[in-house]
């Protein structure tokens, strides 16, 4: 098989990558381990930036988006019993974020890609990557049982954390930072509409928690808990007692909507980023380069900010031979991977207990009341949390 750029992922990096490229004349053929059932189903991030919402809408991914999803033009941050609004569209000259499932962008993507012929590849399986330093890299893999050879001029780590891509790189090229919390979330999907209209982070003495929504008919709420929770330990009664507990208003004036779980996991925190994002013809873009803690809803966006930047490379290489764009990659990605950073960690300090330390909770409703009652500080989550422009 022969295509000039091979992508390693059909998440949303690797599927909106494909797709840009297409929207450029550049064919690119993608490959994915799990099945077309998984990767449309998975449930992941729900928050989308301005910037990403305008870039599905201006190329041609808005429609169902426009048709389904929910806008949101504030939050709440709650603390000591008592709810305070950040309004994120009168602080950002109208901007918005916008509720919509990263697995139904993934739909999205799949249906466009396939609507334009585009190549996808699943259950694929023994992925090695080879010639990265030359001009013709290449990607080995087993597909329907037989053993394929992709050639390429490019290749796209699009595949994940655990993905081969950043693994296959030589020991000794990729300097890595890491930070794990010693924290995880509890995460349930519910059958109920929401509770508040719009998203409520909750700063509580027996931790954080989170109400979202996913659609007017199901919500997504989140509770801090130990990294390694069992989550059968949790039983339903359990997950709304707590979650009555953390996001009860001191006056009484706020009602929590129960209804039928019918998912829960725990999932552990972690801040993660790689320099550079490149190696010879490998471009690592989405999670294969960084991780966020989810507090800051910055995951999903992230990656789509780093296959822009590599789209517009690649058209410019392929179109002209210059490798500029291409050669400044990762220092143009990092720059906003950092800002994100630590945009993430400051919220996850911010609301999240971090054992049974009373100097730092004191610290951590100082910190709340200051943003919750300067139009300066509330601006600066207010513009983070929007998404800086692409």
């Known amino acids: 098989m022969r295509t000039q750029v091979g992508i390693v992922g059909a998440g949303p990096a690797g599927l909106l990558l494909s797709h840009l490229l297409h929207l450029e004349g550049i064919a690119s053929v993608v490959l994915e381990d799990r099945s077309r059932d998984y990767v449309e189903n998975r449930v992941r991030a729900g928050v989308l930036e301005q910037g990403t919402v305008e870039l599905l809408t201006d190329t041609g991914l808005g429609e169902r988006l426009h048709r389904e999803a929910l806008v949101h033009r504030g939050l709440e941050l709650r603390f000591d019993g008592e709810g305070h609004r950040i309004d994120l569209s009168g602080l950002t000259d109208g901007r918005t974020i916008t509720i919509y499932g990263q697995q139904e962008v993934v739909k999205d993507l799949i249906a466009a890609r396939l609507r334009d012929d585009g190549q996808l590849l699943f259950e694929v399986s023994d992925v090695e990557l080879d010639g990265l330093t030359s001009d013709a890299p290449s990607i080995a893999f087993t597909h329907a049982g037989e053993r394929q050879t992709l050639e390429c001029a490019v290749v796209a780590g699009c595949d994940g954390f655990h993905g081969i891509c950043r693994r296959t790189i030589p020991d000794g090229v990729l300097t890595a930072y890491d930070r794990t919390y010693p924290f995880g979330w509890l995460g349930i999907l519910a059958r109920v509409g929401p509770s508040s209209d719009e998203l409520v982070y909750t700063n509580h003495e027996r931790g954080f928690s989170l109400l979202s929504v996913r659609s007017p008919e199901v919500c997504r709420m989140y509770l801090q808990c130990e990294p390694d929770e069992d989550i059968d330990g949790w039983s339903d009664d359990r997950i709304w007692d707590e979650l009555h507990t953390r996001t009860a208003m001191r006056n009484g004036d706020f009602t929590l909507k129960e209804g039928p779980i019918f998912e829960k996991g725990v999932a552990a925190l972690r801040s993660f980023v790689v320099e550079p994002m490149q190696h010879g013809r490998l471009f690592l873009a989405g999670d294969a380069a960084h991780i966020v803690p989810a507090t800051g809803a910055k995951g999903l966006n992230l990656a789509v ?21 291409l050669d400044g990659y990762s220092d143009a990605c990092l720059r906003r991977v950092w800002r994100v950073q630590h945009f993430s960690w400051w919220m996850t300090s911010m609301l999240h207990r971090f054992g049974a330390d009373p100097y730092q909770h004191k610290l951590q409703i100082s910190e709340l009341r200051y943003v919750t009652s300067s139009t ?9 949390y929007v998404g800086l422009p692409l």
Do not use: K, M, P
């Open 305 to 325: 900010a780093d296959v822009r930047r590599l789209s517009e490379g690649l058209a410019r290489f392929f179109a002209t031979g210059d490798t500029d764009l």
């Open 376 to 384: 300066a500080a509330a601006t600066t989550l207010a513009e983070n």
